[in-house]
């Protein structure tokens, strides 16, 4: 089992910044991909970012490519989204989440899921 908790959301105004963490607690391994996912109001949960927990391996969605970078702090066993230029567009319930299938987008392709935390940008 692994246990995710996401943190450091809030509310911010559009064209700022914000760094959301994941806590990553369990039975982790160097073969885990790591994913940040997120879900606005009355839309699916979409793939915004994944990183091999051993590094070597990134994505990004098109739509923060650019704007938001991921991380692996392997001393504090968090992964780490850092979102730049910030738009009312990319405001959601952010997700951190685990697994073992790389390359893959899709939310079943993780196992385990964080509780979320709330990113909200105002215009």
């Known amino acids: 089992q692994v246990q995710l908790v996401e943190s450091g959301g809030g509310l911010v105004q559009a064209g700022g910044s914000l760094r959301l963490s994941c806590g990553v607690s369990?039975?982790?391994?160097?073969?885990?991909?790591m994913g940040w996912f997120r879900q606005a109001p009355g839309k699916e949960r979409e793939f915004v970012a994944a990183?091999?927990?051993?590094?070597?391996?990134?994505a990004y969605a098109d739509s923060v490519k650019g704007r938001f970078a991921i991380s692996v702090d392997s001393a504090k066993s968090t992964v780490n989204l850092e979102m730049n230029r910030l738009t009312p567009e990319d405001t959601a319930v952010y997700y951190c989440?685990?697994?073992?299938?790389?390359?893959?987008?899709?939310?079943?392709?993780?196992?385990?899921w964080g509780q979320g935390s709330q990113v909200t940008v105002s215009s």
């Open positions: 989440a685990a697994g073992n299938t790389f390359g893959s987008s899709r939310a079943s392709a993780f196992n385990y």
């Open positions: 369990g039975r982790t391994s160097s073969n885990y991909v």
């Open positions: 990183i091999g927990w051993s590094g070597g391996y990134t």
